[in-house]
């Protein structure tokens, strides 16, 4: 919502009817360039033209008969070779178990907190308040205040 409030801020009269101005003079450039490519690739090119006679002719003239190719023998193909017959692959390596970690504060703390909740509830609410409290303390400051608006 701020954004929107500076935006209506900033655009003023003077600004909006110099984007006018400069939005019809692109347009009237466009337009220009279209006349004028029209005009260079729409026309016949300049220069004398050939005379529509002799053009006539020179198209009604017999056509040269296209000369029929000679037959080529066809090549008889190399062999394919015979493929190698396929052997059987090696079996694939099992991995070797690897050792689970045994849940300890600094290693898992959510098997920690599963135990606790179990065993003392009342430790778990004491632990995730102070968590709580902690994180909001750091994250205060980063709060924006309507004071601090620029």
């Given at each position: 919502?701020?954004?929107?409030?500076?935006?209506?801020?900033?655009?003023?009269?003077?600004?909006?009817?110099?984007?006018?101005?400069?939005?019809?003079?692109?347009?009237?450039?466009?337009?220009?360039y279209?006349?004028?490519?029209?005009?260079?690739?729409?026309?016949?090119?300049?220069?004398?033209?050939?005379?529509?006679?002799?053009?006539?002719?020179?198209?009604?003239?017999?056509?040269?008969?296209?000369?029929?190719?000679?037959?080529?023998?066809?090549?008889?193909?190399?062999?394919?070779?015979?493929?190698?017959?396929?052997?059987?692959?090696?079996?694939t390596?099992?991995?070797?178990?690897?050792?689970?970690?045994?849940?300890?504060?600094?290693?898992?703390?959510?098997?920690?907190?599963?135990?606790?909740?179990?065993?003392?509830?009342?430790?778990v609410?004491?632990?995730?308040?102070?968590?709580?409290?902690?994180?909001?303390?750091?994250?205060?400051?980063?709060?924006?205040?309507?004071?601090?608006?620029?």
């Amino acid at each position: 919502m701020e954004l929107w409030h500076r935006l209506q801020a900033r655009l003023t009269a003077e600004h909006l009817g110099w984007f006018g101005a400069g939005l019809s003079a692109a347009v009237a450039a466009f337009v220009g360039y279209q006349f004028i490519a029209a005009a260079v690739f729409g026309g016949p090119p300049p220069g004398p033209q050939p005379n529509v006679a002799q053009a006539s002719a020179a198209r009604s003239a017999t056509p040269v008969p296209t000369r029929t190719p000679r037959p080529t023998p066809t090549r008889t193909p190399t062999p394919t070779h015979t493929p190698r017959p396929t052997s059987t692959p090696f079996p694939t390596r099992t991995p070797s178990p690897t050792r689970t970690p045994s849940p300890t504060p600094g290693n898992n703390v959510v098997a920690v907190l599963a135990t606790l909740e179990v065993a003392q509830p009342e430790v778990v609410v004491g632990i995730v308040a102070t968590f709580a409290a902690r994180t909001n303390a750091a994250l205060q400051p980063l709060v924006a205040t309507a004071e601090a608006r620029p």
